[in-house]
Structures are given as C-alpha cells and as structure tokens.
C-alpha cells in the first residue's frame, strides 16, 4: 500500500515568495495532520482535519499559513508570504478518528527560505 | 491537559548493550501511548502502541515498552542494540477524547561500534 505522499521533498525559494506544500493521504484514512519540526521547536502540530474539515488550527503560526483539504485524498499547506523563520520540515501524516489508530507519516517537506 | 517529558536529549550506547529511553506522560484520563522512531531524512514510522491490556508491549526491530500506571511511564528498552538502531525516538499520548497526538522533545540514540 501507498504511504502518506508529500511533495515536494525539498523546496528553496526567497522570501516573500509563495510556498504550497502538497499531501496525499493514505487511502481510506479520514484523519489528516500538519505539523513542523524545527531544531529549536522540536515537532509542531499546525492543524487537522477531520472528513475534510479543519477542527483545530491553533497551532498556525499565523495568518500568513492557511492549509485546506478540498477532498479526501489532497491536501495542501500555504504560507503566503514566506520568510526565513518558517524554514523547517513539514510533515502530512493521516490516520483515522479516535486515537486508537496510530498516525502515518510521510517523509516530509524539506523547506528552505533565503 | 496532556503532556509528554523525555527526560534524556541524547543516549549513546555501545552496540549489542542494552538500552532504555525513558518517557514519561501527565494525562487526567486513561491515555494511549506511542513510540515513534525517526531516521535522518525520513517521516516518523511507528515502533509500537498501548492502548490497553498487557503492559508490556513488543514492537519492531528488537524493542518494547512497559506502561507503568502508577508512575506514569512508558519506557522503551531494548535488550541489543544495533548500529541501524542510530535515529531519533519520540513518545507520544492521546486519548479517546482527541486525535491529537501530544509529542515528547525526542530523545536521540547513538549506537557506537
């Protein structure tokens, strides 16, 4: 079976640009996660989704991140204008609701900002 | 609220000794547990869960981890550890309320030869 896929694996850009980080969850899971890991910070929920619906966003930053899920199988996390402090990995990970199924990581996003 | 404390950053062991990374959790409710295992470039791949029953739970690759109710732990321990097992190791809780997972700092184990 497919894992979590998340792309792009590595993305450099300057600051200012717009950055979308992509998420296809494993098939059937109804669960989905953000989150980034920094050495400073260490692994930070961003936000979840449940059936595709956002249920808690309080680990964004701030306003320049939105992240949406349009269907079951897509996600995408934005940071819109992006600066040199929002360099991290960003991990999707699916699972399904209750706690009881564990949560599967993808290999993340490796995003580097000038 | 729930919380996760690895107690140590980093341990180095020398290969075949045993080894124990340590956890502990705060919860006001019966909790599920996790152990994640991190290698360099990669996502988390789970090593092994509690969810309830025996407190002794075998996973992958060798370890396992003892729930510990009275003293809130839920240690991994492996008994021989091998170069490949170099990675950075996470606990993790959650309960029935959440889906949330509440991580610990990590702690990152350095097998020597």
């Known amino acids: 079976d497919a894992g979590v896929i998340q792309s792009p694996r590595h993305e450099v850009t300057e600051m200012g640009q717009e950055v979308t980080l992509r998420c296809k969850p494993i098939?059937?899971?109804?669960?989905l996660f953000w989150y980034r890991q920094t050495m400073m910070r260490g692994l930070e929920l961003l936000i979840y989704?449940?059936?595709?619906?956002?249920?808690?966003d309080s680990g964004m930053p701030e306003d320049r991140f939105s992240a949406k899920m349009p269907n079951a199988s897509f996600s995408t996390l934005k940071i819109q204008p992006s600066e040199p402090r929002d360099s991290a990995v960003y991990f999707c990970?699916?699972?399904?609701?209750?706690?009881?199924?564990?949560?599967?990581f993808g290999d993340g996003t490796r995003l580097s900002i000038l | 609220a729930q919380s996760v404390t690895q107690l140590d950053s980093q341990v180095p062991v020398f290969e075949e000794a045993p080894v124990e990374l340590r956890c502990n959790y705060s919860?006001?409710?019966?909790?599920?547990l996790f152990w994640y295992v991190q290698y360099p470039n990669q996502g988390l791949q789970l090593l092994l869960k509690?969810?309830?029953?025996?407190?002794l739970v075998k996973g992958i690759n060798g370890f396992e981890a003892e729930f510990n109710k009275s003293q809130t732990s839920f240690h991994l321990r492996k008994p021989s550890v091998h170069i490949s097992d170099t990675a950075e190791y996470f606990c993790?809780?959650?309960?029935?309320?959440?889906?949330?997972?509440?991580f610990g700092t990590g702690t990152r184990l350095q097998v020597f030869p």
């Open positions: 990970a699916s699972g399904w609701t209750g706690g009881v199924e564990p949560q599967h």
């Open positions: 098939s059937g899971h109804n669960s």
């Open positions: 989704f449940n059936n595709n619906v956002p249920i808690d």
């Open positions: 919860s006001s409710v019966s909790v599920y």
């Open positions: 509690y969810l309830s029953g025996s407190t």
């Open positions: 993790a809780v959650t309960d029935y309320n959440t889906d949330k997972l509440i």
